[in-house]
T-cell receptor
Framework: KAGVTQTPRYLIKTRGQQVTLSCSPI?????VSWYQQTPGQGLQFLFE???????NKGNFPGRFSGRQFSNSRSEMNVSTLELGDSALYLC????????????FGSGTRLTVV | DQQVKQNSPSLSVQEGRISILNCDYT??????FLWYKKYPAEGPTFLIS?????DKNEDGRFTVFLNKSAKHLSLHIVPSQPGDSAVYFC??????????????FGKGTLLTVNP
């Protein structure tokens, strides 16, 4: 059974650009969540999608957005990148999204220069 | 406001001894707690969880204890092995509305098990 796949693994972008990250959940999982990990703040919740609907959103500016497709794959987008957006972005999938059954991908390491 | 706190950034123990990782929380609406383990360049891996209606859950070498009145939980690893060296995250889930669908994480504790 394939795990959660995140692409790309590494990304370098310039301030002001935008970026799109992709997450393919485990087959059959309908919930996809996104988290940002930074050394100072740990893992912080960005948003959660279930059946193409956003059910919860963390305290991040509107530059951070996401969506989920009918096949449960999800993308997150960050516009007008800032240096502080440099982080590891983690995607997690689960059957129903109630926390206990989350499986995380290996993440996308975004560096903004 | 940090609702889940892991006050020890690092912990070092000898192989074969007990490792105790601690976690405190402030939100009484949390009803489910989880521990994740993370190696560098990998995503967090689920270890063990506990519902707020229990005070202990055991799985092999890993035991999680919950003290609701103190809003404190701990993860015990016995015996500790060098392969346990990783960052351990405590996480909590709410019990209503949108908080059902998110985990609030602590900042992690780096465990080093010395041979």
């Amino acid at each position: 059974k394939a795990g959660v796949t995140q692409t790309p693994r590494y990304l370098i972008k310039t301030r002001g650009q935008q970026v799109t990250l992709s997450c393919s959940p485990i087959s059959g999982h309908r919930s996809v969540s996104w988290y940002q990990q930074t050394p100072g703040q740990g893992l912080q919740f960005l948003f959660e999608y279930f059946s193409e609907t956003q059910r919860n959103k963390g305290n991040f500016p509107g530059r951070f957005s996401g969506r989920q497709f009918s096949n449960s794959r999800s993308e997150m987008n960050v516009s007008t990148l800032e240096l502080g957006d440099s982080a590891l972005y983690l995607c997690a999938s689960s059957l129903e999204g109630r926390g206990g059954g989350y499986t995380f991908g290996s993440g996308t390491r975004l560096t903004v220069v | 406001d940090q609702q889940v706190k892991q006050n020890s950034p690092s912990l070092s123990v000898q192989e074969g001894r007990i490792s105790i990782l601690n976690c405190d929380y402030t939100n009484s609406m949390f009803d489910y707690f989880l521990w994740y383990k993370k190696y560098p360049a990998e995503g967090p891996t689920f270890l063990i969880s506990i519902s707020s209606i229990k005070d202990k859950n055991e799985d092999g070498r890993f035991t999680v204890f919950l003290n609701k009145s103190a809003k404190h939980l701990s993860l015990h690893i016995v015996p500790s092995q060098p392969g346990d060296s990783a960052v351990y995250f405590c996480a909590a889930r709410g019990n209503s509305g949108g908080s059902n669908y998110k985990l609030t994480f602590g900042k992690g504790t780096l465990l080093t098990v010395n041979p």
